[in-house]
Nanobody, 116 residues
Framework: QVRLVESGGGLVHPGGSLRLSCEAS????????VAWFRQAPGKELEFVAD????????DYADCVMGRFTISRDNTKSAVFLQMINLKPEGTAVYYC?????????WGQGTQVTVSS
């Protein structure tokens, strides 16, 4: 059974930083292009960033460009999202999933709250 597990969220002040992690059981995450998504209260799921299976290429939503960095460690089958200079509008539940070829069952996500 495939299971995605996101972690690393928390409560931070505006301008703060967090590093999210994504791991999977039941499949080898290293084989896939992976993306981070987020869903803010009352809003639809939105794309945040993605990275190719080999880590060579990545892409970002305009609203996080220059502040978020996606990376991966295929030796650990993990994908990360380093977030700096967080803004209140970054408050959301963050999820990881495949970027192409259809979504896997969604994990529980990790809550990020940016508030003073």
């Amino acid at each position: 059974q495939v299971r995605l597990v996101e972690s690393g969220g928390g409560l931070v002040h505006p301008g703060g930083s967090l590093r999210l992690s994504c791991e999977a059981s039941g499949l080898i995450l290293s084989y896939y292009n992976v993306a981070w998504f987020r869903q803010a209260p009352g809003k639809e799921l939105e794309f945040v960033a993605d990275i190719t299976w080999n880590g060579v290429s990545s892409d970002y939503a305009d609203c996080v460009m220059g502040r978020f960095t996606i990376s991966r460690d295929n030796t650990k089958s993990a994908v990360f999202l380093q977030m700096i200079n967080l803004k209140p509008e970054g408050t959301a539940v963050y999820y990881c999933n495949k970027r192409t070829g259809g979504f896997l069952p969604w994990g529980q996500g990790t809550q990020v709250t940016v508030s003073s």
